[in-house]
């Protein structure tokens, strides 16, 4: 018989596998409400929580990605990103200094961030727009995107953080897993926009900025090479 609340997920030894890696995870703290910025206070994430996990996307030394899906009227999917390391002091401040610059400016190619806890191990989660897509260098490695539309591509998002530098939002970590896109309509999103920051010992723009153009070169320079072996971005 298969789940009640995963109706499409494995089984394991009789038991449904997603349940099973929800109460793994030791949420104590996920806010109730996901468009709840901040404030954390909330329900644990196993049993009749607001959120339950469709699928783990990806997993580092640092953090590890989940799909969502929030149980509110529209069932939409959210992506649940939770830290390994103890959150910083200040994180739950500076998340929220971050929701209000995106108040004012953000841009459709951006995955907005908009809620935050930190759960009873101390460790930092954070809830953003779940965007579908694959990593850019990954489209191009496989063919589906030609290099001359991913460079593009990263001409485009380098424009628009380009633009959030002017209203003081860094991204802190553009590497290729950050970097999506659809190769059918070429849409691109840019992951964990200003995350990064927010675990940094001091708030260092500048090195931020710097860091930003640094990573959309490195995505340039991992490209097949134009003829004459030219850059493509203007840095």
């Excluded at 059918?184 to 090195?207: K, V, W, Y």
Aim: charged share 20%.
């Amino acid at each position: 018989m298969n789940c009640i609340r995963h109706p499409r997920a494995a089984r394991y030894q009789g038991d449904c596998a997603v349940c099973l890696l929800e109460q793994a995870l030791p949420f104590d703290d996920v806010a109730a409400d996901p468009n709840q910025a901040g404030a954390g206070g909330g329900r644990p994430l196993s049993g009749n929580a607001p959120l339950t996990i469709q699928l783990p996307l990806g997993s580092t030394t640092s953090a590890s990605v989940f799909l969502v899906r929030a149980q509110t009227s529209d069932l939409r999917l959210l992506r649940l990103k939770r830290w390994h390391r103890p959150a910083p002091p200040g994180f739950l401040v500076r998340f929220d200094q971050l929701v209000a610059q995106f108040a004012d400016w953000n841009h459709a190619d951006i995955a907005v961030p908009f809620a935050a806890g930190i759960d009873a191990a101390g460790r930092a989660w954070v809830l953003s727009e779940f965007r579908q897509g694959l990593p850019i260098l990954e489209s191009v490695k496989t063919g589906r995107l030609h290099p001359d539309r991913a460079a593009a591509v990263l001409v485009r998002l380098l424009g628009i953080t380009r633009a959030a530098h002017a209203k003081s939002l860094t991204h802190g970590s553009i590497v290729p897993g950050n970097v999506i896109v659809h190769p059918q309509s070429e849409t691109a999103s840019l992951l964990d926009f200003g995350l990064a920051p927010l675990f940094a010992d001091s708030m260092d723009r500048a090195g931020f900025v710097s860091s930003d153009l640094a990573g959309f070169a490195a995505l340039e320079r991992a490209l097949p090479a134009p003829p004459r072996g030219l850059s493509r971005l203007e840095l």
